[in-house]
């Protein structure tokens, strides 16, 4: 099923135990913490750490549903923490696809995965970038190409955006990459709102919104949250 997962800024502990909460409390189906605000790599693993522990197995979307999003830091270290820190996921914004190159970034990444949990591979997520905001623009015509190397790739969730944070992505991006990977998890990270995630529903299945539902940086407006939730 679709999904709703908020992504928290985290400025403060008290601030991201609230974000927490009222995600939770309006009708996201889990988390993703990003450091992006104040607080250091460390400080949001213990605090997704903190969260995720109680979840029932390690893919599971559920209330105790929480991932990583951690700036600054190589993909194969954020796998590498987020297994550390038994989480459910880790997004990476550039899940580091290269058609002209062939992936050396994204066969690393593959690699590090199986060499962890004593060679039973990490079952975590791995949500990635592609054709990603404020990456190396991508041609239209090599959308759903991109797309699919990412996901024969390993990439679990291909993870798209618009050109910029708030931007949503044009849904002909999405319709290119949606044909292209078939039943291959889909996610939007950047624009998406109540009013325009009808476009998106036929072809996407998890939302990482925040902009669109924050009153201020690094606190959810209740009521657009919910509201999105029920679409």
Not at 147 to 159: F, K, P, Q, S, Y
């Amino acid at each position: 099923p679709r999904v709703l997962l908020p992504v928290i800024h985290c400025i403060t502990k008290p601030q991201v135990a609230e974000a927490l909460n009222t995600a939770l409390d309006c009708g996201a189906d889990g988390v993703f913490l990003i450091n992006q605000g104040g607080l250091g790599v460390h400080e949001v693993l213990d605090l997704a750490h903190d969260h995720a522990r109680t979840r029932p197995t390690a893919t599971a979307i559920s209330k105790s549903f929480c991932g990583v999003n951690l700036l600054g830091v190589r993909n194969t270290r954020a796998m590498s923490e987020a297994y550390a820190a038994d989480l459910s996921s880790v997004w990476i914004d550039d899940g580091g696809v290269n058609l002209d190159k062939g992936s050396p970034e994204l066969r690393r990444l593959q690699e590090r995965r199986a060499t962890l949990a004593s060679g039973q591979g990490w079952p975590g997520l791995i949500f990635g970038g592609v054709a990603f905001k404020y990456l190396t623009p991508v041609a239209p015509e090599l959308y759903g190409s991109v797309a699919l190397a990412a996901a024969r790739g390993g990439i679990d969730v291909v993870t798209t955006s618009g050109s910029a944070t708030g931007s949503p992505p044009d849904i002909d991006k999405v319709r290119a990459m949606r044909e292209a990977i078939g039943d291959h998890a889909l996610a939007i990270a950047s624009g998406v709102t109540v009013e325009n995630v009808e476009g998106f529903l036929p072809y996407v299945d998890a939302f990482l919104v925040a902009t669109g539902v924050e009153s201020v940086f690094g606190k959810f407006d209740g009521t657009k949250l919910s509201a999105l939730a029920t679409k």
